[in-house]
């Protein structure tokens, strides 16, 4: 892993929110504010400061005119306005919207708050051609599985949490699931050898019970029960942290939601990496079509030969 990698994470938890048509990212910084740009006011609360990553996490009022309110990460062009920040800070500030992105201006404390450690993050990153460990867990029919049951198929893994109120973060990401099993359903090949994996980091609320009602409700668009190809399933409270910062996710309780980033990952026929998704900017097409690669590239007569079936794959404790 590059360093500075991990100091990505919190800037990447709002590059997914869509409001008035605009996606929230990480722009590249401009010399002058665009001239369509426009400004909101905004007051929150300081959840989380990554002054390497030039970002902030506000737990903030509704914007009138523009969001709800909500708690997520905004990006800063200036890193220097961040220093004086600490959690639990008051603040106002101006959000300014321009074509390229979204970011926090002006940004003033208001009341101090007691400080605190700023969330962490994964130091590790999946890389593609690293071997997945065995992990364990519980799915929707309170049955245990291991990452390792999956050989042979191609695994598309997520993560969310069912109580979710953003709907362009796990529900988002949950449909575009939805939308894979409903296309890879059309290819007999693919049916056979793709299987899909949801991942709940909410084990307190997310019970198998709670697990299969919320995988039948894409009914709709999967066109059927969706459990012989998708499952939904929980890690142990014991085993949760190593599963998030293997596959790079961050999340932390905030009141009654979850703070979190987003992790979605391919894994091949033969249990390696082939590739991982930090953020939710793919599309059902194309997580499809990495599957379909993945899969030829099992088939691969030359890439099974480099691959060793004896050689011991991390497992989980």
Request: glycine share 6%; with cysteine.
């Amino acid at each position: 892993m590059q360093p500075g990698n991990h100091e990505r994470r919190l800037a990447h938890l709002a590059i997914a929110l869509v409001a008035a048509g605009i996606v929230f990212g990480l722009a590249a910084c401009k010399s002058k504010e665009d001239a369509n740009a426009k400004r909101y006011h905004l007051v929150g609360k300081v959840v989380a400061v990554d002054t390497r990553g030039s970002s902030v996490v506000v737990d903030h009022e509704a914007i009138p005119g523009f969001m709800d309110a909500m708690t997520m990460a905004y990006p800063v062009r200036d890193p220097n306005i961040l220093a004086p920040l600490n959690i639990g800070d008051e603040i106002t500030a101006d959000v300014v919207v321009a074509p390229d992105g979204a970011y926090l201006d002006n940004i003033v404390v208001t009341k101090k708050g007691n400080g605190g450690q700023a969330a962490p993050t994964s130091d590790h990153e999946p890389t593609p051609g690293e071997k997945v460990p065995d992990f364990v867990l519980t799915n929707q029919d309170g049955k245990k599985i291991h990452l390792s049951s999956f050989a042979g198929h191609v695994l598309l893994v997520t993560f969310v949490y069912t109580r979710c109120p953003f709907q362009t973060f796990c529900p988002l990401v949950s449909h575009n699931f939805a939308e894979v099993y409903a296309q890879t359903k059309k290819d007999p090949a693919l049916a056979a050898k793709v299987r899909l994996l949801t991942v709940s980091f909410d084990p307190a609320h997310d019970t198998p019970k709670v697990l299969r009602a919320y995988g039948g409700s894409f009914r709709d668009v999967t066109g059927t029960i969706p459990f012989d190809r998708w499952e939904f399933a929980v890690p142990s409270d014991a085993d949760l942290k190593k599963i998030a910062d293997y596959f790079g996710l961050f999340f932390t309780p905030d009141g009654g939601q979850i703070v979190h980033s987003l992790s979605t990952t391919v894994i091949s026929p033969e249990g390696t990496v082939y590739k991982w998704y930090e953020d939710n900017q793919w599309t059902a097409k194309e997580l499809v079509a990495d599957a379909s690669a993945a899969l030829d590239q099992g088939n691969d007569p030359a890439t099974v030969a480099k691959s060793d079936p004896a050689k011991d794959a991390p497992r989980a404790n």
